[in-house]
Structure formats: C-alpha cells, structure tokens
C-alpha cells in the first residue's frame, strides 16, 4: 500500500519561471493538502483539494495555485518564482472526515536562483 | 486558522533526561495533533487528543490535552537518541490546517 508520493524531490529554478509539483494521496484518501515549510519554520497550509476543487486556502497570493484531477492526485503551481519561494513543499492526504490524521509525503525540495 | 504558539523552540537534553514540549493556543480547540519531523524528513503523525483533559500514551511518550482544551503538551521520559526531531502540534477541525513553529530536540549520547 503506497503512501503519499510526491516528484520531483528536488527542483532548481530562477527567479521569474514557473513551476508544477505533483502528488499521488495514499490509497483510500480523497482530500490533498500543500504546505510550504521554510527551513527552521512549520508547515505552512497553502491549501486543500476535495471533489477537484480548492476547498481552503492559506494566506498565499494568487501565484500559488492548483489542480486536482478525478484519481484524486494533485499539482501545486507556482508562477513568477521569488527567490522567498524556496523551501520544502509538502503534501499530505487524508480522508475528509477533518479529524482524520493527515499522511505526508517526503516532499519536494525548490531552490529558487 | 488557529494559532498555536509551541515552546520551547529548542530543547537540548543528555540522553536519558526527560523533554516536554508545550502547545498554547488563545482560541479553544476542536481537537489537536501531534507530528514528528525527524531531520530531513517529513511530518510523521503520532496521536490526535480530542477529549477535555485526555491524556494517551505510547511506549515513553505522553500527550495531554487541557482541561480548557486550550494547551496541550507532548511528554517524553528518558529520552534516547531516535528522539531527535522536531515535535509539532496542530489544530484539526474544520479550520485551515495550522502548525505549530515546533519544537526541536536535540539528545546527546
């Protein structure tokens, strides 16, 4: 039973391009959750995807945005990348019952240049 | 979302010595849960409180949720190095999803 899968795990960009992450749930899971976690800093919630549509989302701007297709995998796209974007992006999955515990992926390590 | 303040934010310990790490929050909560993020890793769930004043344990480890539902705090006794890592808590619910800045341990041989 595969657990949360994420790619790539590292990524290299410069300043101004665009950038797709991609995300496989655990199986039996139907919501997606990204988060961004500077080093030193906790998971910041970006948002959630149920049903392949934006449920909630955190305080990030419009450059942050997403997709959810009916297999339930996700994407995170960042455009006009800022050096401030680098840092791990997490995703996690869970059932959509909110007190469900959420299951992370490794992550994918963006260094922005 | 809930903001949860976590402290310390560092705590370094001698192998064996007992870590507690607390979560305060101004807003009650739903319930609460507790990840470890081991170095280079990611988030990995450890137990969800839910109930006023609960407190579980697991093997050395003891979570506590207050009376008040507003704190909660992650207990380890005799801590060995597979301890290390940085312990976060996080409000669950129907809120956005947020996490604690955590609090990393550090144990030394």
């Known amino acids: 039973d595969a657990g949360v899968t994420q790619s790539p795990t590292h990524l290299i960009k410069t300043r101004g391009q665009q950038v797709t992450l991609r995300c496989s749930p655990k199986?039996?899971?139907?919501?997606v959750s990204w988060y961004q976690q500077a080093l030193g800093q906790g998971p910041q919630f970006i948002f959630q995807y149920y049903e392949e549509e934006e449920r909630q989302r955190g305080n990030f701007p419009d450059r942050f945005s997403g997709h959810q297709f009916p297999n339930y995998s996700s994407e995170l796209n960042v455009n006009a990348l800022l050096l401030g974007d680098s840092a791990l992006y997490l995703c996690?999955?869970?059932?959509?019952?909110?007190?469900?515990?959420?299951?992370f992926g490794d992550g994918t390590r963006l260094s922005i240049l | 979302g809930q903001q949860v303040m976590q402290i310390p934010q560092y705590q370094h310990v001698q192998e064996g010595e007992d870590f507690t790490t607390y979560c305060n929050s101004s807003t009650t909560l739903s319930n609460i849960q507790w990840y470890k993020q081991r170095p280079g890793g990611h988030p990995v769930f450890l137990i969800q409180l839910v109930k006023s004043g609960e407190v579980k344990k697991q093997k050395r480890l003891t979570f506590q949720f207050g009376e008040a539902k507003k704190n909660s705090s992650l207990h380890i006794t005799a801590t060995q190095t597979t301890d290390v890592g940085t312990y976060f808590c996080?409000?669950?619910?129907?809120?956005?999803?947020?996490f604690g800045r955590g609090t990393s341990l550090i144990v030394h041989p």
């Open positions: 199986s039996g899971h139907d919501t």
């Open positions: 996690a999955s869970s059932s959509r019952d909110s007190h469900q515990p959420q299951h």
């Open positions: 996080a409000p669950r619910g129907s809120y956005i999803p947020t």
